[in-house]
């Protein structure tokens, strides 16, 4: 027997339901996508997740942007599982590009006003960012070679030009100088493997393309975007903590220490010259070396 409270509560659904198969037929014989979608912005309005409608679904039709409106708080999650150590930097990296990318999608399908096939497309591909995220995004956007993360390294840049981030003048420079760096890893092949040497070198060279695409989070600047020289006098405090610490033993220390005062000098050398591009990144490398020996 049906109780009180609950037979209303299935008639208004099913009064609900059957105005809203009324509006889609009376609809039926409009097919412009100006009639559908105010259908659907009314059944919307009216109905909401009882007819099945997703919250971006029912923001959508009521002519609003929640991808964009939730990429503050999507960040956020990114980040916080940055600091966490639950995902990758360039995993992190990638999953900001994504969504920067999703909400220029968004963006171009309401010009029109968004259909409920780009309205679907739209909730399948933040779906899977989002379970990408929630996984710990292992593996994402990892890149064995350079040349291998051209293409996820063009897109940043072109979300970056859209979210007016960069100027195209400099998006046309960076793709330039990241195909330069694929020669630089081609001759570093040559002999048929890429030593640990000339890696970090490659890996110096990509912290700071990254950094001037200007995705990053907020308010956080890689140690590899400091000056050499406050990069060199934050070793020389952090090798004395690392040797109280017993981090490091006094005799490494001491090479450490000889170390840093030859690239001292020599960044020294550098601030009264005018240093090509690949002595500063020889200087950058060997300063990243000196960093790893005392974090290790």
């Given amino acids: 027997m049906t109780s009180p409270r609950t037979a209303p509560t299935r ?4 009064g609900a339901t059957a105005l809203a198969l009324t509006l889609t037929a009376g609809a039926a014989s409009a097919q412009t996508p100006t009639n559908q979608d105010r259908l659907g ?4 309005a009216l109905f909401g997740d009882r007819l099945g409608l997703s919250a ?7 002519g609003g942007r929640p991808l964009r409106d939730g990429q503050t708080q999507f960040t956020g999650r990114v980040d916080a599982g940055v600091r966490a150590g639950t995902v990758s930097a360039s995993a992190a990296t990638r999953l ?38 929630d996984s710990g995004a292992a593996g994402y956007g990892d890149a064995s070679t350079v040349a291998e993360g051209r293409a996820a390294f063009d897109a940043r840049v072109d979300a970056s030009v859209t979210a007016r981030r960069i100027t195209r003048t400099e998006a046309t420079r960076l ?36 950094l001037r695409v200007g995705d990053g989070p907020a308010g956080q600047t890689p140690t590899t975007a400091l ?30 220490r000889v170390e840093l005062g030859d690239l001292t000098r020599l960044e020294a050398a550098y601030s009264r010259t005018n240093p090509s591009s690949d002595d500063t990144a020889y200087l950058t490398r060997r300063i990243g070396e000196l960093e790893s020996r005392v974090r290790r």
């Fill in 11 to 14: 008639l208004a659904l099913a």
């Fill in 227 to 256: 000056p050499a020289r406050t990069r060199l006098a934050n070793l020389e405090a952090g090798v004395t903590t690392a040797e109280r610490a017993g981090a490091v033993t006094r005799a490494d220390a001491a090479d450490i």
């Fill in 96 to 133: 900001r590009a994504d969504y920067t990318a999703l909400v220029d999608l968004e963006n171009r399908y309401a010009a029109d006003g968004i259909s409920a096939q780009e309205r679907a497309d739209l909730n399948a591909r933040y779906t899977a960012l989002t379970q990408t995220l």
């Fill in 41 to 44: 912005a009314v059944v919307g």
């Fill in 56 to 62: 971006m679904d029912q923001a959508w039709l009521r």
């Fill in 175 to 210: 793709k330039a100088d990241y195909q330069a760096l694929i020669q630089v890893e081609n001759r570093y092949k040559a002999d048929g493997s890429i030593n640990a040497t000339e890696r970090a070198d490659l890996d110096a060279r990509l912290d700071a393309l990254d």
